[in-house]
């Protein structure tokens, strides 16, 4: 590396719009006011760091100041568009909000911002972090925001756009910087290793832009340190190597151990990160990132995918992911990152297994759809009766009159557990066909006749007796219910 380097991230800034990737929207309209000379008075450029607001506020500054502009495409050679790259033009002041926050430098500022420009059309203000500003400074900075001298245009960035006064954000034109696309870092990157005759694969082309999360220039360093580490031809395992990554393959293995609950292995898989020195909060993010591939696939096949081994549904990764996220900051910021990550990988292991209310009724539900199905009888509730004095499946087996029924319920409360038993079984009911015709042989009195939906609580009771023996077995069996009452149903409070 001979003297007077210079990285990645500054020889490749952008030169023209048209370089600027993954911030489309913005030049558009940056171009479109440039062109049709409707140059606003204040910019507030908001997003995460590295997108991209440093250089196009640089850029449009000398589109509007460049000898042949205003223009969309600065020429990048006259002296003003030199002095500008330089970072030395007397008319584009560069201002760093963290360090220039208080309320006498404001002052200045709206004091020198009064006189005309050096050499071009404007004077403008480049105020970087400008979230840091003291109340005071950005109260002075109002006054001259609402009546600016015509040659002065403020351009103000920030990461933290909420922190800036309301008053001030209202009076500039707003453009969101968004993360830039993985797949857009990976090409930026690709053009620059090909013109800098360096070889990358393209996993690890992947893997940079993955750990830039959206910013270009963290990008950039990455494979100007990449450069300084490998010489000109990068690998995946390099890069891997370099920033303690897990493989993709072991982060791939590890989630279908969580999501198959196999617990040697998922143990195993955190010996084998740690003893490697990975970084099992990034570890973390990966599954996370896995995980919500594998949701997004279930959602789109009709809620459930076997992308992790065994068939999930949509919940279950939901559950999943949830785990996962709770987790991130104890693995992040704990005292052990290890055995935080261990207790993140297994709840994830026990919310896959849990199991939702609503799902559990409608796993039931469909249980009981197998039930056999009458022929053409209208939809019809049924209430159900079950004689508690005698809870061994064996009694049911014989019919059972309804003075019987009458005298049993007399004798004996339900417990809790048949209560419960109950509202489930009440809940099958409704969506449930009458349950009668495919069992008239076992039932003697039942008929083919259609069922009609009984009004009084003697036509119920007959109702109920004549569901077949083989009926309440399975329910008995499927639900651990028990026949015990006659109970007409209040069809208003169904769901
Ligand atoms: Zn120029």
New binding site residues.
């Given amino acids: 590396m001979e003297a007077g380097y210079q990285v990645i991230a500054r020889r490749w800034r952008p030169k023209q719009f048209d370089e600027l990737v993954g911030q489309d929207y913005i030049v558009r309209t940056l171009k479109n006011a440039i062109s049709g000379k409707r140059i606003a008075h204040a910019y507030m450029l908001v997003g995460p760091r590295g997108t991209g607001k440093t250089s196009t506020a640089r850029l449009f500054a ?1 589109a509007l ?5 205003p ?1 969309v495409t ?9 002095e500008i790259t330089a970072g030395n033009s007397l008319d584009v002041i560069e201002i760093d909000g963290a360090s220039n926050n208080s309320v006498e430098q404001v002052r200045e500022l709206r004091e020198d911002c009064q006189y005309a420009p050096t050499r071009g059309r404007y004077k403008i203000y480049i105020i970087d972090e400008v979230h840091m500003l003291s109340n005071a400074a950005f109260n002075a900075l109002l006054k001259t925001l609402e009546e600016p001298p015509s040659h002065v245009i403020f351009i103000f960035a920030t990461t933290e756009a909420r922190k800036v006064l309301a008053t001030i954000v209202s009076r500039c034109q707003r453009f969101a910087f968004r993360p830039i696309a993985d797949s857009v870092i990976a090409e930026k990157l690709s053009s620059i290793a090909q013109t800098e005759n360096i070889s990358v694969e393209d996993e690890a082309l992947q893997t940079i832009a993955r750990l830039a999360n959206g910013g270009m220039r963290d990008a950039q360093s990455i494979l100007d340190q990449m450069i300084s580490f490998c010489g000109d031809a990068i690998k995946e395992q390099d890069v891997l190597d370099v920033y303690g990554l897990a493989p993709p393959k072991v982060v791939e293995s590890l989630l279908k151990a969580v999501a198959a609950a196999d617990y040697n292995k998922i143990i195993d898989h955190v010996e084998e990160l740690d003893r490697e020195g990975r970084d099992l909060y990034r570890a973390l993010l990966d599954l996370q990132d896995l995980t919500r591939q594998a949701l997004l696939e279930a959602v789109r096949q009709n809620g459930s995918t076997s992308s992790l081994g065994r068939p999930l549904r949509a919940e279950e990764l939901m559950r999943m992911l949830e785990a996962l996220r709770d987790k991130e900051h104890s693995v992040k910021m704990g005292l052990s990152e290890k055995v935080n990550f261990e207790v993140a990988l297994l709840s994830a292991v026990e919310a896959s297994r849990a199991r939702a209310i609503d799902s559990l009724i409608r796993e039931i539900s469909g249980l009981a759809k197998e039930l056999p199905e009458p022929e053409g009888s209208p939809k019809k509730k049924v209430a159900q009766a079950e004689p508690s004095a005698n809870p061994e499946p064996s009694s049911y087996n014989q019919p059972q009159s309804k003075e019987e029924e009458e005298k049993e319920k007399d004798t004996e409360q339900p417990t809790e557990q048949e209560i419960v038993n109950e509202s489930i079984a009440e809940e099958l009911m409704v969506e449930e066909p009458p349950l009668s015709s495919s069992a008239a042989a076992s039932a003697p009195s039942t008929s083919n006749e259609e069922l009609v939906l009984p009004e009084t609580q003697p036509e119920l009771e007959s109702l109920v007796a004549k569901i077949p023996q083989s009926t309440k077995k399975f329910i008995e069996e499927q639900l651990r219910g028990h026949f015990r009452e006659v109970q007409k149903i209040d069809t208003a409070k169904l769901i």
Avoid: F, I, L, V
Avoid at 65 to 69: A, Y
């Fill in positions: 000398k100041n460049c000898e042949q502009g223009t600065p020429c990048n050679q006259c002296p003003s568009c030199e």
